[in-house]
């Protein structure tokens, strides 16, 4: 099964940067307003979800055209546009899912979409939500990671549990072995990879896991 990349109504940052890491096999659904920073990258959704609040009617109507497959839902409901986008893709059992412009704006909007991260029916599925030159993704319990990157690379995590048990982090400027982690606390904000490859293991709890890839900027400018 091939990955589904969700876009959401934020905020498109570094639009280069974010066509630079899509794959032509990718599945494009896009929640409501996302939609149109689909196509400001030539790419016709898949399917498009939400209660169009955020998208003019001249281009649901090309879209209909176009043989999108438009799920709308009423103003009046209980879940975001992200959320019904997030619950679809998950029913097809992608092996991952990358949310992309979700940050950005409202700041209500921004942690509901990071939160969404944390939904236990979303655990089967690798998460990975996408801003420009920094990437995160959600670790559970006994889960463990490793991260792709180079010496200078900004590695932060951020717990989501009252506590984080049996920390363990390598490759990076301050390691941890068997530590435990704090729901609050900034004691793993902006450690820096040492090395092209950090490992992150946990025991039990959540961790948001964000990597600043310093690669991706400078591709940029080269």
Known sequence: MSRIVIFANGILNQPELLQAQLQSSDRIFCADGGTQHALA????????????DSLPPEIV??????????HRHPEDKDQTDLELALALAVA??????????????????????????????YASVRLILIDGPQWATLLRDHQAITIEGQPGDTLSLIPLSPTVHQVH????TWPL?????????????SNVLTEVQAKV???????????????YEEDLRS
């Open 41 to 52: 990258l030539g790419l016709i959704p898949e399917v498009i979800i939400g209660d169009l």
């Open 61 to 70: 109507s090309q879209m209909e055209a176009a043989g999108v497959t438009i």
């Open 92 to 121: 097809e059992t992608p092996k991952e899912i990358l949310l992309v412009t979700a940050l950005g704006g409202r700041l209500d909007q921004m942690l509901a979409n990071i939160l969404l991260l944390t939904h236990p029916d």
């Open 169 to 172: 982090l390598t490759g990076v």
């Open 177 to 189: 072995t068997e530590a435990t982690l704090s729901f609050g606390s900034t004691l793993t904000i």
């Open 201 to 215: 293991q946990i025991g039990e709890g959540i961790v948001l896991l964000v990597h600043f890839n310093k690669r």
